[in-house]
C-alpha cells in the first residue's frame, strides 16, 4: 500500500514537472499556432496592402500561417476592440494606423482604452501626403491658394471625419487662415473623383492616389506635408520650405497586440517584422505601395503612439473636430 502511494506520488511530481516546465517554455517556442491579423479596413486599402506583404513574410519565414482578417467598422474601433479584448499571447494582431491615435480623443466613450489596452511593436512604414488642386483652379503655389480664399470660400475634401486628410485640412486653415469649408468623403476614393469633377477645390492625400492624376496633368500638386521631398514630385516643395513647418502629416501604420502581451513575445514579433521589412524585396514593395519604411523598435514606437496621441488629441479639441 505505501508502495503504491510512493508511486502515486512519484508520478504526480512528475506531471507537476512536465506541466512547470511546459508553463515555462522558452522564448523561441513562440509561434507554434496560427496568428491572426486583424485588418480594422476593408480589403486593398493601403493599411491592408502592407499588412498582407508582413503576414506573407512571416508565415514564411515561421513556418506558422499569419492570417488577415479585415474587421471594418466604427471608424476603425471594431477590430481594434476585438484586439484589445483577446487573449494576450502573441497570436492576435492589430494592423493599426494614425486612426486610432486620433480616435483616443475623437470618440468619446470608445469601447477600449487606447493608453491601456494596446501595446505598440512597432510603426512598419509612414506615408507622406500631398496637397494638390484640379488643373483647372487658377492657382500654381500655396500662397496663391491661401489667396484665392481672401476673395472666396474654398471647398476642401477629406476621407471623412479625423482622418489623416481631415487633419491635413485642419492644420492648413489654423495654419494659414484660410477662408475653406471642410466636406468629408467615405474615403480618399471618393474625395478624389469629386476633386477631379471640379466639385472640391483641394485635398490633402496620400501619394498613391493623386500621382496618377498628378503624371496625366489633371492634378496639380502644391506641398508635402512634411520636411522632405518626394522622389516622385522633385519639383514639388515641402510645407516646411513653404514656411509651414507645422503643416507636417504623414499617414502611417503600425502593428500592436493586447497589452498584456510577454515582452519577450513583443521583441520576438518585433525582430521578425523589423527583419522582414529589411529584405530589399520587400523594402522595394512596401515603397511601390508608397510608404516610406520605418521599422521602430517596441519603445520608440510606443513613444511615437503617445506623441500622436496629444498631437491629434489637441487638434481635435481645438478645431471641434466631431465624430461622423
Not at 504623414?250 to 513583443?266: C, E, F, K, N
Not at 487638434?315 to 473636430?321: H, K, P, S, T
Request: charge should be positive; aromatic fraction near 6%.
Amino acid at each position: 500500500m505505501q508502495r503504491a502511494a510512493a508511486h502515486a506520488f512519484l508520478v504526480s511530481l512528475v506531471f507537476l514537472f512536465a506541466t512547470s516546465a511546459r508553463a515555462a517554455a522558452p522564448p523561441d517556442t513562440y509561434p507554434n499556432k496560427t496568428i491572426r491579423y486583424v485588418i480594422p479596413f476593408p480589403p486593398g486599402g493601403i493599411t491592408d496592402l502592407m499588412a498582407r506583404t508582413i503576414a506573407q513574410k512571416t508565415s514564411d519565414a515561421w513556418k506558422q500561417s499569419v492570417v488577415i482578417d479585415n474587421r471594418p467598422g466604427a471608424n476603425a474601433l471594431l477590430g481594434a476592440d476585438l484586439v484589445a479584448k483577446s487573449t494576450p499571447d502573441g497570436y492576435t494582431w492589430l494592423g493599426m494606423t494614425i486612426t486610432h491615435t486620433v480616435n483616443a480623443t475623437l470618440i468619446p466613450n470608445p469601447p477600449y482604452n487606447f493608453a491601456k489596452d494596446l501595446t505598440a511593436v512597432t510603426v512598419l512604414g509612414s506615408l507622406p501626403l500631398v496637397m494638390v488642386v484640379p488643373q483647372s483652379l487658377p492657382v500654381k503655389s500655396l500662397a496663391e491658394l491661401t489667396a484665392l480664399s481672401r476673395t472666396r470660400s474654398l471647398n476642401g475634401g477629406s476621407s471623412g471625419n479625423g482622418t489623416p486628410q481631415h487633419l491635413a485640412f485642419e492644420l492648413y486653415r489654423q495654419l494659414s487662415g484660410a477662408n475653406a469649408q471642410h466636406i468629408p468623403f467615405k474615403g480618399g476614393g471618393p474625395s478624389t473623383i469629386a476633386l477631379l469633377g471640379g466639385h472640391l477645390d483641394f485635398i490633402t492625400t496620400g501619394l498613391p492616389e493623386c500621382l496618377p492624376h498628378i503624371k496625366s496633368g489633371r492634378l496639380r500638386p502644391l506641398a508635402v506635408a512634411g520636411a522632405s521631398r518626394l522622389p516622385p514630385i522633385p519639383d514639388v516643395p515641402t510645407t516646411a520650405e513653404l514656411g509651414m513647418p507645422a503643416l507636417a502629416i504623414t499617414s502611417w501604420t503600425g502593428l500592436m497586440v493586447p497589452s498584456a502581451t510577454p515582452v519577450h513575445i513583443v521583441a520576438r514579433i518585433n525582430a521578425e517584422v523589423v527583419n522582414v521589412l529589411k529584405q530589399p524585396d520587400t523594402a522595394e514593395r512596401v515603397r511601390e505601395q508608397g510608404f516610406d519604411v520605418v521599422a521602430s523598435s517596441p519603445a520608440n514606437a510606443q513613444a511615437f503612439m503617445a506623441a500622436e496621441v496629444a498631437r491629434w488629441g489637441k487638434l481635435v479639441r481645438e478645431a471641434n473636430i466631431k465624430a461622423d
